[in-house]
Nanobody, 126 residues
């Protein structure tokens, strides 16, 4: 079975940093693009970032560009999201998602994904 286990969330002060991880199993991780999305209370889910299957191509939402970095370690079947200069508006549950293919061209399309992790809560507050 496909499993995506997100971790690394927590409480951080504004301006701080966190690293999220998503451990993948049950499929050939290196063959699929992966993404991070987030959902704040009372808001719609927002796509944050994506990486293609080999990590050579990435995408970022304007709201996180320059502050967040997505990466992957295909040898460890793990996706990462490095978050710097965190703001209170970054507070959300962060989810990792498996794409149905290797490319990021459809990363903002809901039906481009077939599996989701359980989410990890990031709270940015002083």
């Amino acid at each position: 079975d496909v499993q995506l286990q997100a971790s690394g969330g927590g409480l951080v002060q504004p301006g701080g940093s966190l690293r999220l991880s998503c451990a993948a199993s049950g499929f050939t991780f290196s063959s699929y693009a992966m993404s991070w999305a987030r959902q704040a209370p009372g808001k719609r889910r927002e796509w944050v970032s994506a990486t293609n299957s080999d990590g050579s191509s990435t995408r970022y939402a304007d709201s996180v560009k320059g502050r967040f970095t997505i990466s992957r370690d295909n040898a460890k079947n793990t996706l990462y999201l490095y978050m710097n200069s965190l703001k209170p508006e970054d507070t959300a549950v962060y989810y990792c998602a498996k794409s149905t293919g290797p490319y990021v061209s459809r990363w903002l399309t809901e039906n481009a994904y077939d599996y989701w992790g359980q989410g990890t809560l990031v709270t940015v507050s002083s």
